[in-house]
């Protein structure tokens, strides 16, 4: 069983920063693909950032420049640095990766459950 738990969210004002971490626990073989996604109220959920297993990051014209992911593959941590934040970064924030478990099996999609950030005065 694999479980990926986030921290890091909470209120900030306009201009601010935060930090999302997300720990994967469980028998892992090996992880692909990290993710940060995010989804506002009434809004589909949409990817923030992404880094492969090499540590190439991706990101969303709407982050770029005010947003960096990083990763810790010994760790088996994914971080999300988070400056210069506007109020439609309000969203709740899901950390994704692509997990191989112990004993082998197919790769699939792990989540964890989110946690909110909000940008406001």
């Known amino acids: 069983q694999v479980q990926l738990v986030e921290s890091g969210g909470g209120l900030v004002q306009p201009g601010g920063s935060l930090r999302l971490s997300c720990v994967v626990f469980?028998?892992?073989?090996?992880?692909?693909?990290m993710c940060w996604y995010r989804q506002a109220p009434g809004r589909q959920r949409e990817l923030v950032a992404r880094?492969?297993?090499?540590?190439?990051?991706d990101y969303a014209d709407s982050v770029k420049g005010r947003f960096t992911i990083s990763r810790d593959n010994a760790k088996n941590t994914v971080a999300l640095q988070m400056n210069s934040l506007k109020p439609e970064d309000t969203a709740v924030y899901y950390c994704?990766?692509?997990?191989?478990?112990?004993?082998?099996?197919?790769?699939?999609?792990?989540w964890g459950e989110g946690t909110q950030v909000t940008v406001s005065s």
């Open positions: 469980g028998s892992i073989f090996s992880i692909n693909n």
């Open positions: 880094i492969t297993k090499l540590g190439i990051p």
């Open positions: 994704n990766a692509d997990i191989i478990p112990t004993p082998y099996r197919s790769q699939f999609p792990a």
